[in-house]
């Protein structure tokens, strides 16, 4: 019988496909991932401006680095500085949000499973088993739209690369592999890393020719100059398609510790703004990891959402795609966040410092062909 009613035996895709089912197959999201995972967003002293569903205007003060030329080889009483602070604001907070609605009059046609009631969100509430696996499906939907939010956000403030002394650096991993190349490759970008002055374990978020770099480090050993490029501490690295299309073909961005953060104001998760209130039901939910197989769902757990159940008890006309509709009675439900990408700023530093214009954040764009000079600097082609 078709439109998923019940015949005499029915299976939900998911039973069926388990994580390769369409809706269990996660929103690929790198980019967060690598917020989540490598720059600790969660902890960040940041969210308090977002505590307890209320929210202030924030800033973050800085001085820059002083110079060593301010030092100066006379015994006197001269004043060298006279130290100041810079400012930054924390950005506004964006909103994403994704609503659907199951009429009662559907519900009453699938197989009795579909009422059944779980226990979900915090502070609790009872929702039927059709509405949980709705739910699963749109809050897939709003992890891939999020993570895209964040990648263009970041398109525009990646800061120089002092390696190269260029905001776009080009990086062949086209080896000789008779040669030992320390000016090229993969030792360019530890070099560069040197050379910005960074601390801590770096990140990598892209895609293209260096995902299918990431992909090779497990087989490869040594090359005829004797170099085992698989022990040479490449940092870790997010897959994430979305970066190909806004930040470049074949680029990735490296990131420092403490760089970036992951912002997000949870409007439903006290008591004052959660639980019943009218015909509605407010709670805060967990992007549910244990729904995806965990495929692609790394440091995803603590990734979390406001969600709003809405009884509509009488028919009611509705804005659905732009276009008014009459519904109910039955279940809407909104699942929606307020977050922010928090970037150090490019004025860190003084223009005479070495690392001017430095964020701890930078691109590549990565080439695979035949080349035997030396390390490029900036790519003029991208």
């Known amino acids: 019988m078709a439109s998923g009613f019940c015949p005499s035996v ?32 969660n902890a960040s002293i940041l969210q308090n401006t977002y505590d307890g569903g209320h929210y202030k205007t924030a800033t973050v003060k800085y001085r820059t680095r002083p110079l060593t030329s301010i030092v100066q080889s006379e015994d006197d009483c001269d004043i060298n500085a006279l130290p100041t602070y810079s400012e930054y604001t924390i950005p506004a907070l964006s909103h994403k949000q994704v609503s659907f609605f199951i009429p009662n009059s559907t519900i009453y046609q699938y197989c009795q499973d579909v009422s059944n009631m779980r226990s979900v969100g915090q502070p609790p509430t009872r929702i039927m088993n059709e509405i949980y696996d709705t739910f699963i499906d749109h809050v897939n939907a709003l992890l891939g739209s999020l993570d895209s939010g964040l990648v263009t956000s970041m398109a525009t403030q990646f800061g120089l690369n002092k390696g190269s002394n260029s905001t776009l650096t080009f990086l062949n991993i086209n080896q000789n592999g008779d040669t030992l190349n ?35 480090l497990a087989a490869q050993c040594c090359n005829a100059a004797g170099m085992d490029l698989s022990r040479i501490g490449i940092p870790r690295f997010f897959f994430d398609k979305n970066t190909q299309t806004t930040w470049g073909t074949n680029q990735i961005g490296v990131f420092a510790p403490g760089s970036v953060k992951f912002l997000s104001r949870l409007k439903y ?39 709003q159940f809405k009884f509509i008890d009488c028919p009611t006309t509705v804005t659905v795609n732009g276009a008014n509709q009459t519904q109910g009675p039955g279940w809407q439900v909104i699942i929606g966040i307020d977050y922010a990408l928090y970037v150090q700023p490019t004025n860190l530093y003084n223009a005479s410092d070495p690392l001017a214009l430095t964020n701890g954040t930078w691109k590549y764009v990565v080439g695979n062909s035949t080349y035997s000079g030396g390390a490029y600097g900036g790519y003029a082609g991208y």
């Open 10 to 41: 029915l299976y939900n895709i998911a039973e069926v496909a388990n994580g390769n089912a369409p809706g269990r197959k996660v929103q690929i999201s790198g980019f967060l991932q690598m917020l989540m995972c490598c720059q600790d967003s």
């Open 182 to 216: 320390l000016q090229n490759g993969v030792v360019q970008l530890l070099r560069d890393i040197q050379e910005n002055e960074i601390c801590g374990d770096l990140c990598i978020v892209g895609g293209g020719i260096w995902s299918g770099y990431d992909m090779s």
């Open 269 to 307: 998760e006290k008591e004052a703004f959660s639980g019943q209130q009218g015909t509605s039901f407010f709670t805060t939910m967990r992007f549910p990891v244990s729904e995806f197989n965990n495929c692609n769902v790394e440091c995803l757990n603590d990734l979390t959402f406001d969600v």
